[in-house]
């Protein structure tokens, strides 16, 4: 699967973002797909999986409530929007995907990535 992550920039506290990541290659269904995010100087963390079976989604606790993770079947794309963003928020995010059947929640297991796009929410 190739990804392609795009709809960073610079935003001010309060503000929203709405990441994009169109998909192609293969087959959008029975791929688990996701967004996630790296600060500088901190580890790579999940912020939202949307999983291909239609369950519920996964979302870091930090942005629950203010981010919605939301995938176009027809047009193979997961979005992530972002609202009442913080600076904490500041990161590159990156897209992934992930066709195997281990837990959503496991960062190791996603095996195709797209480039990150940059994130800066300023204060």
């Known amino acids: 699967v190739q990804l392609q992550a795009s709809g960073g920039g610079m935003v001010q506290v309060g503000g929203s973002l709405r990441l994009s990541c169109p998909a192609s290659?293969?087959?959008?269904?029975?791929?688990?797909m996701g967004w996630f995010r790296q600060a500088p100087g901190k580890e790579h963390e999940i912020v939202a999986v949307?999983?291909?079976?239609?369950?519920?989604?996964y979302y870091l606790n930090s942005v629950r409530g203010r981010f919605t993770i939301s995938r176009d079947s027809a047009k193979d794309t997961v979005f992530l929007q972002m609202n009442s963003l913080k600076p904490e928020d500041t990161a590159v995010y990156y897209c992934?995907?992930?066709?195997?059947?281990?837990?959503?929640?496991?960062?190791?297991?996603?095996?195709?990535w797209g480039q990150g796009t940059l994130v800066t929410v300023s204060s």
């Open positions: 992934g995907a992930k066709t195997n059947s281990a837990a959503i929640d496991n960062v190791r297991a996603y095996d195709s």
């Open positions: 949307m999983p291909w079976r239609g369950d519920r989604p």
């Open positions: 290659g293969r087959s959008f269904r029975a791929v688990d």
